[in-house]
């Protein structure tokens, strides 16, 4: 069963495919904590969109409030909860840029109206309305007519390479189980944590 799995990513992968069989959408919704120069912490959601021992990887504008927050501060951690399962999934590590083949090899998958979206909003500025970001929008739709959108320079992924995963999961009688691993070098030590 997946959670006798000595492996930390093995049993990542093992609980991420069963909740995509069971959550009610975006299974792979995690919120992203971040912490700002004066010590402040905020926490909003992002996509995963790749995972591996090499790091969880989403996707955002390098402009924007977490993006200045990672810029002084690296530390951050990843949280997903799945509710249909009754597991939580705990991520802590330093962030870096996903490369820029790796990028702009994920900007090319999205949709064209995302890929619209993300030359149209400038997340490090307030919106005076909405009908601002649509006359935007409509620009870029001109700007860029008849060919491909390019990645725009301020939108890229970013890499959360893991030092401490912990998996927590719901047992009857209040029993929960909380599995933690904590990396050392290349070795991941494993240990059991009072729930
Ligand atoms: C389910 C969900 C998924 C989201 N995924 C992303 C994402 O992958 N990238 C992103 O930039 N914002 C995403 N957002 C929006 C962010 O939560 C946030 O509002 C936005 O990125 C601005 O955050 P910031 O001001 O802290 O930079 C998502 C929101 C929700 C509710």
């Given at each position: ?66 993006a200045g927050n990672m810029a002084v501060n690296p530390n951050v951690a990843l949280l997903f909860h799945w509710k249909s399962l009754r597991r939580q999934i705990r991520i802590e590590g330093p962030v ?100």
């Open positions: 069963m997946a959670f006798f799995m000595n492996d930390p990513f093995q049993l990542f992968q093992a609980w991420y495919t069963e909740a995509r069989g069971t959550e009610l959408n975006d299974s792979n919704a995690m919120a992203l904590a971040t912490v700002d120069a004066a010590g402040k912490p905020s926490v909003r959601m992002v996509l995963l969109k790749g995972h591996g021992p090499d790091g969880f990887v989403f996707y955002t504008n390098r402009h924007g409030r977490k870096t840029w996903a490369t820029d083949a790796e990028s702009d090899a994920y900007f090319a998958s999205r949709s064209r109206d995302s890929q619209l979206g993300a030359w149209a909003s400038d997340q490090s500025q307030p919106l005076d309305s909405r009908a601002t970001f649509e006359a935007r929008f409509a620009e870029m739709e001109q700007r860029f007519a008849g060919q491909p959108v390019p990645r725009p320079p301020h939108w890229g992924g970013y890499r959360v390479t893991p030092e401490r995963i912990e998996f927590w999961q719901d047992r009857e009688h209040r029993l929960h189980e909380r599995r933690v691993f904590i990396r050392e070098g290349n070795e991941w030590q494993e240990g059991l944590l009072y729930p």
